[in-house]
C-alpha cells in the first residue's frame, strides 16, 4: 500500500485512540476549562476593572453650609458605598467599623467650617488594600475641596492612562485567555507522549517494528492528532473566553499560525524527549508534572512576568513556555505584525528547545534500540 | 522445500550468553515448535529471526532471503504473534485488523480472517473489552492478515483457559491445512505433542533434540512402567514382589502399601508372568497399567528439569 493510504490509516486510527481516552477528554479540554472559569472569575475577568466599592458611614458632628457640602460632595464619589444615607453620630460609626460592617468611617471637622476630617477604619485592616484606596480618594478629594475653599486653581494635574505595545489595552480577560490557551498546547505536548512509553511497554512498538510499516509515518500521524487537539483547545477556549468574559481579540493570523505551528511542534519534542528516558508511565507522569509546574507560575501564564522578584527574572527568560505565551499573544491580542523582533526572536528560541529536545530524544531512542532484549 | 533455515546463531548479553549455537531448518508446511525451559533462549533465538535483534554470529534466511538485504520484504512474508498480545487497546477488532492490513501490500480480507478466528461476533468491540482468548485471536489474525508464508506465535496458549486454549489449536491445525508454515514455542507439551510436525527441544542455547514428537519419544529408553493395584491389601503385593524379583524381563520393583510399580523393557512378558502368578495364588487385582511415555518424560530425560520450572 501507498504511504498516503497508510498515513491516512494511522492518522484515523490515532485519531481514534486519542478521542476515545476518557483521560484526553479530561485532562485536555475540560480541565483547561475550569480553570480558565475559574481565574477569570476569581481575576475579575469581566474586562471593565471597575468594580471596586468601599462600604463608608459618615459622621456630620455639626451642620452648616460648609460641611452639608463636604457631605453632598463625598456621597458623588462612586465607589463609595453608603451605609446609612443620613449622617450617623460617632458611636454608632465606631460599632459599625469595630463590627466590620463599614470598611471605614469618615468623620468631618467637629466646627463645621475648618479643621480635620477624620477616617476612622478597623486595626486589623490598617494596611489593607482597600484602607490604602479610601485613604487615597478621600486625600484627594480633602486636598480639591481645601483648593476649591482657598478659590486656587491647581496648576498640575494627574490624568493617568495605560500603555500596551498593541493597538488596544489588554485587560486580565485577554491575559488569562492567551494564558491559559499556552498553558493547555503546551500541557498537551508534554504529557500527550505518554502513549511512547505506553506502546513500548505493551510492546505494540516492537509489533509494529515488525511490520513493513515505515515508524516515521506513524510518527507524522500522531504528530497530525496532537496539533487537531491543540486546534480543538484553542478554539474552544477562545469561544468561552470571547463569549463568556468579553475577551476582545486583534488577531494576526500569520503571527497566531506561527505561534501555534512552534509551539506544539516544540513542547511535543519535549514530550517525546521525557518519552524517550522514561521506563515507566509513573516515571513519565511525574517528570512531566515537575516540568509543567515548574513552568507554569514563571512564565506569564496567570500573571506578567514582571511581577515576578528579580532574581527569578531570568529563569522565565530560558523557559519555553514564556515565549510560548508571548508569541501566541502577539498573534491574539497585541495584533502585532510580522516585523516584530522580539517575537522572532522568542521563536528561535522556542524552535532551538523544540531540535534540541527532539534530537536528544532520538537519540536517546537509537541507543536503546540497539540494547534492546 | 527448505522456507526457513538457521545456521549456528549466537547471541551473547555481556556474560549472558542466550544463545550458544543453534541451527535447524523449517520445511514449508510445517508446524515447527520450540519447546525449552525459562531462560533457555527461545524468545532470544524467535526474535533473531523475526529480525528484531541480530545475531553475534550466524544467518538466518526466510524463503531466500536475509535480514541483512531483504529486511523489507522479509517483512511482508511473515506474521508474527509475540508473547504479549499488543494489540491498540482503543480499536475495535475489525479496526485492528485493517490498521495492520494497510501496511502490506498483500493482504487477506478483513473478514475472512475474522472468521478464521471466530471474532465475527465481536468485530465492533474494542479490544480492551475482549476477552484474553479473544485478544489472543486478534493477535494470531493479526499475524495472518498479509497472509504470510511463515507464521510465528510465541506461546499462544499461556494463561489461557482449558477451552480457549482449544479454541486456539483449532486456529493453528486450520491453518496448517491452508498450508501455512508455523513456528510454535509453547509451556503446553500437550500442545507441543498435539499440533507439531517436529520439535526442537532447546536448553542453555544450543539444540538439544529435534525430531517427530513420536520420534523423540522414541529415542527415550525403552523401559516402560507398569502399575497395579491389589484388592486383597499389603500382604498380597508383598508377596508378589518377593516372587517376582529375580524375572529378567523386569529391571526394577517399588511398592508402596497395595501398590506396585515396576520397570521392564517387555512390558508384556513381564504383565504375563506378573498375572500368572496372581491367578495362581488367587490375588484379585484391582487396576492394571502401562504408562504412555510422553513428550514431558522427553523433555525431562534430556534437559534433567521440570517441564515448569
Not at chain 2, 244 to 252: K, N
Not at chain 2, 263 to 285: D, M
Request: hydrophobic share 45%; with cysteine.
Amino acid at each position: 500500500m501507498n504511504a498516503g493510504t497508510q498515513l491516512k490509516k494511522l492518522f484515523i486510527a490515532q485519531l481514534k485512540t486519542m478521542f476515545r481516552e476518557k483521560a484526553v477528554w479530561f485532562w485536555n479540554l475540560f480541565f483547561p476549562v475550569i480553570l480558565m472559569v475559574l481565574f477569570m472569575v476569581i481575576f475579575g475577568g469581566g474586562g471593565d476593572g471597575g468594580d471596586f466599592k468601599a462600604k463608608v458611614a459618615l459622621v456630620k458632628p455639626t451642620s452648616s453650609t460648609a460641611s452639608d457640602s463636604l457631605e453632598a460632595g463625598l456621597r458623588k464619589i462612586p465607589v463609595f458605598e453608603w451605609k446609612s444615607e443620613q449622617a450617623v453620630d460617632s458611636d454608632q460609626a465606631d460599632s459599625w467599623v469595630k463590627g466590620k460592617d463599614v470598611d471605614a468611617a469618615i468623620v468631618l471637622p467637629e466646627n463645621g467650617n475648618g479643621g480635620d476630617i477624620r477616617l476612622i477604619v478597623n486595626a486589623e485592616n490598617e494596611s489593607n488594600a482597600t484602607t490604602q484606596a479610601i485613604r487615597g480618594i478621600l486625600d484627594r478629594y480633602v486636598q480639591e475641596a481645601s483648593f476649591a475653599a482657598a478659590g486656587i486653581e491647581p496648576a498640575y494635574r494627574l490624568q493617568t492612562s495605560s500603555v500596551s505595545s498593541g493597538s488596544k489595552d489588554i485587560s486580565s480577560a485577554e491575559f488569562l485567555l492567551t494564558g491559559m490557551i499556552s498553558l493547555s498546547i503546551a500541557q498537551a505536548g508534554l504529557f500527550g507522549m505518554v502513549d511512547m512509553v505506553e506502546i513500548r511497554r505493551s510492546g505494540l512498538l516492537k509489533r509494529l517494528r515488525m511490520t513493513p510499516m515505515r515508524m516515521g509515518l506513524y510518527g507524522l500521524g500522531g504528530m497530525m492528532v496532537r496539533f487537531v487537539l491543540s486546534f480543538v483547545q484553542i478554539v474552544l477556549l477562545t469561544v468561552i473566553g470571547v463569549f463568556g468574559f468579553g475577551a476582545n481579540l486583534n488577531l494576526n493570523l500569520p503571527v497566531l499560525i506561527i505561534a501555534f505551528f512552534i509551539g506544539v511542534l516544540a513542547f511535543n519534542a519535549l514530550g517525546y524527549l521525557i518519552s524517550s528516558f522514561s521506563k515507566s508511565l509513573e516515571s513519565y507522569m511525574g517528570v512531566a508534572n515537575i516540568t509543567s509546574f515548574l513552568m507554569m507560575f514563571i512564565s506569564g501564564v496567570f500573571f506578567a512576568t514582571s511581577t515576578l522578584p528579580d532574581w527569578l527574572k531570568p529563569v522565565t527568560r530560558v523557559l519555553p513556555l514564556t515565549y510560548f505565551v508571548e508569541g501566541m499573544r502577539d498573534g491574539m491580542v497585541y495584533g502585532s505584525g510580522l516585523f516584530n523582533a522580539a517575537f522572532w526572536s522568542g521563536i528561535g528560541i522556542l524552535t532551538l528547545w523544540g531540535a534540541a529536545a527532539f534530537s536528544l530524544g532520538a537519540l536517546i531512542y537509537r541507543k536503546a534500540k540497539v540494547e534492546v532484549r | 522445500m527448505t522456507i526457513l533455515e538457521v545456521k549456528n546463531l549466537r547471541k551473547y548479553f555481556g556474560d549472558v550468553k542466550a544463545v550458544q549455537d543453534i541451527s535447524f531448518t523449517v520445511e514449508a508446511g510445517e508446524v515447527f515448535t520450540i519447546i525449552g525451559p525459562n531462560g533457555a533462549g527461545k524468545t532470544t533465538t524467535l526474535e533473531m529471526i523475526e529480525g528484531l535483534q541480530p545475531p553475534d554470529i550466524g544467518s538466518i534466511t526466510i524463503a531466500g532471503l536475509s535480514w541483512g538485504k531483504d529486511e523489507s520484504e522479509i517483512k511482508t512474508r511473515i506474521g508474527v504473534q509475540p508473547q504479549s498480545s499488543a494489540l491498540f487497546d482503543l480499536l475495535t477488532a475489525e479496526e485492528n485488523l485493517d490498521l495492520f492490513a494497510s501496511f502490506y501490500p498483500k493482504r487477506k480480507s478483513t473478514a475472512e480472517v475474522l472468521e478464521m478466528i471466530n471474532l465475527t461476533e465481536h468485530r465492533n468491540k474494542r479490544v480492551k473489552s475482549l476477552s484474553g482468548g479473544q485478544r489472543q485471536r486478534l493477535a494470531i489474525g493479526l499475524a495472518m492478515i498479509n497472509d504470510p508464508q511463515v507464521i510465528f506465535l510465541d506461546e499462544p496458549t499461556t494463561g489461557l483457559d482449558p477451552q480457549a486454549r482449544r479454541n486456539i489449536w483449532d486456529i493453528i491445525l486450520q491453518l496448517k491445512q491452508l498450508g501455512a508454515t508455523i513456528i510454535l514455542t509453547t509451556h503446553y507439551m500437550e500442545e507441543a505433542e498435539k499440533l507439531s510436525d517436529r520439535v526442537c527441544i532447546v536448553d542453555q542455547g544450543t539444540v538439544i533434540s529435534l525430531d517427530t514428537p513420536a520420534a523423540l519419544i522414541g529415542k527415550l529408553t525403552r523401559e516402560r512402567e507398569v502399575r497395579l493395584s491389589f484388592f486383597d491389601g499389603e500382604d498380597a503385593a508383598a508377596r508378589t514382589e518377593q516372587a517376582l524379583r529375580d524375572r529378567q524381563e523386569i529391571v526394577r520393583m517399588e511398592r508402596d502399601s497395595a501398590n506396585l510399580t515396576l520397570w521392564s523393557p517387555e512390558p508384556e512378558q513381564a504383565l504375563y508372568g506378573l498375572l500368572g502368578f496372581t491367578k495362581e495364588h488367587g490375588y484379585r487385582v484391582e487396576h492394571v497399567s502401562i504408562r504412555e511415555m510422553s513428550l514431558e518424560d522427553v523433555f525431562i530425560a534430556f534437559t534433567g528439569k521440570e517441564w515448569r520450572d
